[in-house]
C-alpha cells in the first residue's frame, strides 16, 4: 500500500519561505510522477506543481511560476515544494499526490498559512 505523509506547513508572514516535504513508501518511487496540490477553504483543489518520474521535468500552475520550485530525492523517496515569496493568496492545505495505474493517492495534507 503506497502511503504519502507531507510535514513543514506552518504561519508565515507574506514573503516568507516553506518548503513542503512528502515522504512516500509502499511502492518504487523512482517511479513515480508526483504532484503538489492545494486547497483554500470553501474552494475547489487546484493543480500547484509537479514533477515527472522521467527526466525529473517540472510544470507548475501559473500562479506559483518563479516562486515555486518543485524537486525531489528518489535516495529519500521524498518530494519537495520551495515556495518563496509567499502571499495571503497561498493560504492553503497542501497535499501531495501520484497516480499509479489509475489509483490516486493523497497525503493528509499540511496547512500553509500566510498572515501578517
Known amino acids: 500500500q503506497v502511503q504519502l505523509v507531507e510535514s513543514g506547513g506552518g504561519l508565515v508572514q507574506p514573503g516568507a519561505s516553506l518548503r513542503l516535504s512528502c515522504v512516500v513508501s509502499?511502492?518504487?518511487?523512482?517511479?513515480?510522477?508526483m504532484g503538489w496540490i492545494r486547497q483554500s477553504p470553501g474552494k475547489d483543489r487546484d493543480f500547484v506543481a509537479a514533477i515527472s518520474w522521467e527526466r525529473g521535468r517540472t510544470y507548475y500552475a501559473d500562479s506559483v511560476r518563479g516562486r515555486f520550485t518543485v524537486s525531489r530525492d528518489n535516495a529519500k523517496n521524498t518530494v519537495y515544494l520551495q515556495m518563496n515569496s509567499l502571499t495571503p493568496e497561498d493560504t492553503a492545505v497542501y497535499y501531495c499526490?501520484?497516480?499509479?495505474?489509475?489509483?490516486?493517492?493523497w497525503g493528509q495534507g499540511t496547512q500553509v498559512t500566510v498572515s501578517s
Open positions: 509502499g511502492g518504487t518511487f523512482s517511479n513515480f510522477t
Open positions: 499526490n501520484t497516480r499509479i495505474k489509475l489509483l490516486d493517492y
